[in-house]
């Protein structure tokens, strides 16, 4: 059984940053794309960022690029989501993923495992 733990949310003043952390157990971590979701309140969940399995691709949203950067540590089974220059619109409940392939796409059926989720809320 896959586990994902997200830690590193928090309040922030407009223009911050927070580094989200998504630790990973259960099956072969570096073989698999990791995403990053968020789910603001009343509001879908929307894809922010994508890393296939050694790092070597990235992917974003149009909204959070040149802000945030997702990287990850095969070594530590670890996934992150570096977010700066925030905006109250990037106010939400952030989600790690781990997608069924290894390269992956930011298409939400594509992702197996969840973790609980971390609140990020920005203050204006």
């Known amino acids: 059984q896959v586990q994902l733990v997200e830690s590193g949310g928090g309040l922030v003043q407009a223009g911050g940053s927070l580094r989200l952390s998504c630790a990973a157990s259960?099956?072969?971590?570096?073989?698999?794309?990791m995403g990053w979701f968020r789910q603001a309140p009343g509001k879908e969940r929307e894809f922010v960022a994508l890393?296939?399995?050694?790092?070597?691709?990235?992917y974003y949203r149009d909204s959070v690029k040149g802000r945030f950067t997702i990287s990850r540590d095969n070594a530590k089974n670890t996934v992150y989501l570096q977010m700066n220059s925030l905006k109250p619109e990037d106010t939400a409940v952030y989600f790690c993923?781990?997608?069924?392939?290894?390269?992956?796409?930011?298409?939400?059926?594509?992702?197996?495992?969840w973790g609980q989720g971390t609140q990020v809320t920005v203050s204006s």
């Open positions: 890393i296939s399995w050694n790092g070597g691709s990235t």
């Open positions: 259960g099956r072969t971590f570096n073989t698999y794309a």
């Open positions: 993923a781990q997608n069924r392939y290894a390269s992956g796409s930011p298409v939400r059926y594509e992702y197996e495992y």
